[in-house]
């Protein structure tokens, strides 16, 4: 049996129970004895009267008669004749119990005690000794008090057909991010990226909404070219200069591109993956300004020919880190600096993130949806849906795993290796489920274990305030029955 905590406390409730369910049937026999002892004597004494008074008339008789009648003999020595020959009856054990507070010989006794009783320590012994009435109370108890985190056949239906469908979809749909050649294989791109990467939409958009903001936005950190940055940015031209400066992403942009602001530098990665900082003849701002001009420059640049890249990406670029990936048919792995770069320059931006953004959203909304609609249907409570959320983060764990395993199969085995079938925002989605779920996991095991330590000290004190073993034993013989 394992030697947890747990695994220990199950053994010494299953030898209690054990216990007292044999303390309960001896009660019952002794109890029957009794009655049936009691209505025996009742007809042995009624016996017993008539005899004697036949006796004393025959007595009488004889004594008129002039015979010598031997006295009687006194009842005292009947009954102490009777005690002595009464043979003895089989007592039931008591268990020796430790009294020092020694729990761990208390679970020794314990174990000892139920495998005699033939149970299976391997397994869990409460199961194997309690009525199932009694587990199922049990069971209802715990669900009610701290909510029903058990799946059953229609929650694993649900979860399993949200990852194959936001899979399905992420092969479909969002595909690649425009058709492309790789290794001499030509491949059809995302026809929603597409429509929202066409020249004519994006010059619209931009020249309606965010052109205004390329005057007003100027930044410290949109170097274009290597010889821009007097040669300390290597490997930098029109097409890769967003990527390689950190301002630029959607995400770091508002830590690196406001601190270049605030100092008037440039942060960029060169294509040898080194982080360079490049000073510039731009005067630094203030924090409010620079929050203004950042979002002003991110806004003008997002709907441009090149875009933006996805968040978080130009971090792909830092190092000379391997990836799986060839680009040419020598088929020598390449590292990621490259292999970001080369998705970056084959749509690899913003736009098509949004489109990567459809596999993670129909697994959340899946789930989420399923979720509502079945704690609604049962009558369940918002205070009795915040108990079960960590159910709630599981599933989408589960549903999340199995469409992120679904890219990295689609990116091998439908599109031969080509990186840019890769779904970022699926991978992105990971971090916070898998995030969310330890956090409830951890809160919900603190909620449980509160409650026990409060049993506990309940126990505690309600043993300590017994008057007298007289008590303790009154309240163990209520507890048995």
């Known amino acids: 049996m394992s030697g947890d905590q747990l695994s220990a406390a199950a053994a010494v409730v299953a030898y209690q129970a054990v216990t007292l369910t044999e303390l309960r049937g001896l009660f019952d026999q002794v109890e029957f004895d009794l009655k049936d002892v009691l209505e025996r004597e009742l007809r042995v004494s009624d016996t017993l009267d008539s005899v004697e008074s036949e006796f004393d008339a025959v007595r009488a008789r004889l004594q008129a008669m002039g015979v010598l009648v031997p006295p009687q003999e006194s009842q005292s020595s009947v009954v102490a004749t009777v005690s002595v020959e009464t043979p003895g009856y089989r007592r039931y054990a008591v268990p020796i119990v430790p009294t020092d507070g020694d729990f761990d010989q208390l679970v020794r006794l314990a174990e000892a005690r139920l495998d005699l009783l033939g149970i299976d320590l391997t397994r869990d012994p409460l199961q194997q000794v309690l009525p199932s009435s009694q587990i199922a109370r049990s069971l209802r108890s715990y669900a009610e008090e701290h909510g029903d985190v058990s799946w059953d056949k229609t929650d694993w239906t649900v979860v399993l057909l949200a990852g194959a469908l936001a899979t399905l979809l992420d092969i479909i749909l969002v595909r690649i991010p425009k058709t492309s ?41 949109d170097a274009s070219t290597t010889w ?13 200069h967003r990527l390689q400066s950190l301002g630029h992403d ?7 591109g406001m601190a270049d602001l605030m100092h008037g530098t440039g942060t960029y990665i060169d294509n040898a993956g080194q982080l360079v900082q490049v000073p510039t003849h731009y005067d630094p701002v203030d924090l409010i300004t620079a929050l203004i001009k950042q979002v002003r420059h991110l806004l ?39 292999v970001a770069r080369y998705m970056y320059m084959n749509g690899y931006d913003l736009r098509h993130f949004f489109t990567m953004g459809i596999t993670p959203g129909v697994v959340s909304a899946m789930i989420r949806g399923y979720w509502l609609l079945k704690s609604y249907a049962t009558g369940g409570t918002a205070a009795q849906r915040k108990l079960e ?17 679904g890219t990295l199969l689609k990116t091998g085995l439908v599109f031969g290796m080509n990186p840019a079938a890769l779904n970022y925002n699926q991978i992105l989605a990971m971090a916070p489920a898998t995030i969310a779920w330890f956090k409830e ?21 309600e043993s300590e305030g017994q008057p007298s073993s007289v008590s303790q034993a009154t309240s163990l013989g209520g507890l048995s029955t």
């Open 181 to 221: 050649a790789l290794l001499g294989e030509e491949q059809t791109g995302s026809p929603l990226t597409k429509w929202l990467q066409d020249k004519n939409r994006a010059r619209d958009v931009h020249a309606r909404f965010f052109k205004r903001f390329e005057k007003l936005a100027k930044v410290p950190y």
């Open 389 to 405: 959320h960590a159910k709630l983060t599981s599933m989408l764990l589960l549903g999340h795993s199995i469409a992120t395993s």
């Open 228 to 240: 821009a940055t007097d040669g300390l940015v290597s490997g930098m031209s029109p097409d890769t």
């Open 300 to 338: 003008s640049d997002v709907y441009t020919p090149a875009g933006l890249q996805p968040p978080f990406f130009s971090l792909l670029q830092l190092g000379q880190v391997g990836s799986p990936f060839a680009l040419d048919p020598s088929g020598v792995k390449v590292p990621w600096t490259e």
């Open 441 to 461: 996991a951890i809160a919900r095991d603190h909620r449980i274990n509160e409650a026990l330590e409060k049993e506990w000290e309940l126990l505690i004190t």
């Open 250 to 256: 959607p995400a770091l942009g508002f830590l690196f």
